[in-house]
């Protein structure tokens, strides 16, 4: 988590609910990925399985020599990423 987040683990509610940015990168590789958020809630508790959808996993692919996009949170379409090297 960056610049004036609270740090893991948080607290959520339906009135107070929070916004995770994940940023993933790889060097050298094609990787295919899901995110799992485990949860708890007074005695219950599970995982979250987190894609985009469909049942698809994530991807992320090696950027060496190559132009970097991003999908901002909110955003209506890729852009250049602003950790362009």
Not at 5 to 23: H, K
Not at 29 to 42: K, T
Request: hydrophobic share 30%; net charge neutral.
């Amino acid at each position: 988590m960056t610049g004036g987040s609270a740090g893991l683990p948080v607290e959520v509610s339906e009135r107070d609910p929070q916004v995770i940015e994940v940023t993933a990168e790889t060097t050298s590789h094609d990787v295919s990925w899901y995110l799992e958020l485990e949860w708890s809630s007074g005695t219950r508790k599970g995982t979250l399985t987190v894609g985009p959808g469909g049942g698809a996993p994530f991807r992320t692919s090696a950027v060496k020599g190559r132009p970097l996009y991003s999908y901002p949170v909110g955003g209506k379409a890729w852009g250049p990423s602003p950790f362009q090297r």
